[in-house]
């Protein structure tokens, strides 16, 4: 497994973008090989799926809510993922999570219990 610690966070108006950056650290030397994705988490909320990435990067896939506005993307070298978010929201307001796993498989890819490594959130603010 990998350790993932979230940051880029923080409070913006409605219409504004961040960025947000997922480091990895621990067993790198496979996280090449491994599927990412980001998730949130309203107050009183299920944890919910945002974005993935397959360990090859070659292909991404969204919540619809998202499509069009926010974009993952991972950096192996560095051991690095990011969450391009653009053209914000309120409704975008969560706590959002960096997760990852080398066993991750098509059907279940949506699921938090796909995931074994896990960061400890990052905090997004969308005011209007």
């Known amino acids: 497994q990998v350790q993932l610690v979230e940051s880029g966070g923080g409070l913006v108006q409605a219409g504004e973008s961040l960025r947000l950056s997922c480091a990895a650290s621990g067993n790198t030397n496979t996280f090449n090989s491994y599927a990412v994705a980001w998730f949130r988490q309203g107050k009183g909320e299920e944890r919910e799926f945002v974005a993935g990435m397959r360990w090859s990067g070659s292909y991404t896939y969204y919540t619809d809510s998202v499509k069009g506005r926010f974009s993952i993307s991972r950096d192996n070298a560095k051991n690095m993922v990011y969450l391009q978010m653009n053209s914000l929201k309120p409704e975008d307001t969560s706590v959002y999570y960096c997760?990852?796993?080398?066993?991750?498989?098509?059907?279940?890819?949506?699921?938090?219990?796909?995931?074994?490594?896990w960061g400890q959130g990052t905090q997004v603010t969308v005011s209007s």
């Open positions: 997760a990852a796993d080398a066993g991750v498989i098509a059907s279940t890819r949506r699921r938090p219990s796909a995931y074994k490594s």
